[in-house]
């Protein structure tokens, strides 16, 4: 689950990288009519929001130390399979 995360999460930042770098190249150029500057921004702050959500699919997609470091198991198989009486 987690490489299936790690790999949508970088298939859908490049593209998203390219329309942000446009959308601040177009604003960049100056004097925009209010509607588009408001536009351009809007998109602006939705690609961040997006890449935000990506953000967490990839940490959810990253290994935890929880989940790599050793574990002593005898004491939950004692549980399970308490000793007999002799």
Request: net charge negative.
């Amino acid at each position: 689950m987690g490489e299936l995360a790690l790999g949508i999460a970088h298939e859908v930042r490049n593209p998203l990288g390219i329309i942000k770098a446009s959308a601040q190249l177009i604003q960049s150029k100056g004097e925009l009519e209010p509607s588009l500057a408001r536009l351009m921004g809007q998109l602006i702050e939705q690609v961040d929001r997006i890449e935000a959500l990506l953000s967490n699919f990839l940490r959810f997609g990253r290994p935890s130390a929880d989940y790599t470091s050793p574990q002593n198991l005898d004491t939950p198989l004692k549980w399970i399979d308490p000793p007999h009486p002799t």
